[in-house]
């Protein structure tokens, strides 16, 4: 047999992110059931990084073990928490945490508090949306950490997305440039939305909630036009020109 039977790699993933500014284990419940509920397909299994940098040093009055315990109830996957104040670092740890420390410092300036909704990652896109109330263009590039969700209709995005930006669509996706990151058509059950894209480089591609990652599906389009659609449970890849 050649080759290592175990190997550990280095690896960028894809990840959704709970930034939290509350440290309220009600207000985050309840805010964060309404958003998994509204897209249970994306969002039931799926790994989940927190991220404390709005706390700053509020994070003391945090319930690291609660926290924990609450994602999975909700049916998240904890993988880790960052951005927490020096101070909760052990805190974390014997609640069972993985804590990053690389990226921004831990130590996060205090801040007043203040009541502020979690949210999952910041999605401030630069959109024109049309005439026609069922489709949202987006004119300029997707960049890391973006995300563009459109749950009423089809999206058109005229130029690039980048690894780990995401876009969620009611209808059919529509990208004129390279295509990375996520890719989520169909999110509110429409089984006949399709992914169109000039250059497939997708990590993720999602039709009506059947996910495969672009490295599992077999296809030599990568990198190529191409259009993802749903046959049947099966996603399938073909080329359009």
């Known amino acids: 047999m050649s080759g290592e039977l175990v190997e550990i790699k280095g ?4 990840l959704s992110v709970l930034r939290l500014a509350s440290a309220n284990l009600e207000t985050i419940r309840e805010k964060l ?12 299994n799926s790994p989940l990084l927190v991220d404390c940098s709005p706390l700053g040093e509020a994070c003391v009055a945090l319930d690291m073990a609660g926290l ?10 904890p993988v880790g928490i960052r951005n927490i104040a020096e101070e909760c670092v052990e805190k974390a740890m014997q609640a069972g945490w993985a804590v990053l420390r690389a990226g921004r410092a831990t130590g996060a300036p205090s801040r007043p508090e203040r009541s502020v ?7 401030e896109p630069d959109i024109t949306a049309s005439t026609a109330t069922s489709v949202k263009v987006v004119d300029r590039p997707l960049r890391s950490g973006q995300q563009v969700y459109f749950p009423e209709g089809s999206l058109v995005i ?3 997305t980048s690894a780990g930006s995401e876009i969620l669509a009611g209808g059919s996706v529509h990208v004129y440039g390279s ?13 006949s939305a399709r992914i169109f894209c000039q250059k497939l480089e997708a990590e ?8 495969r990652l672009l490295d599992d599906m077999d296809t030599n389009l990568k990198g190529s036009p191409a259009m993802v659609w749903l046959d049947g ?5 073909t080329p359009i020109f």
């Open 11 to 14: 690896e960028m993933t894809l």
């Open 33 to 44: 059931q309404k958003k998994r509920d509204s897209l249970p397909q994306l969002f039931d």
């Open 68 to 77: 924990r315990e609450m994602l999975l109830t909700l049916g998240f996957i």
């Open 117 to 123: 909704e979690p949210e999952m990652v910041a999605i």
């Open 158 to 160: 005229l130029q690039h």
């Open 179 to 191: 295509l990375r990151g996520r890719v989520l058509a169909g999110i509110t059950g429409d089984t």
């Open 204 to 211: 993720l591609v999602s039709i009506a909630g059947h996910y």
């Open 233 to 237: 449970e099966k996603l399938k890849i």
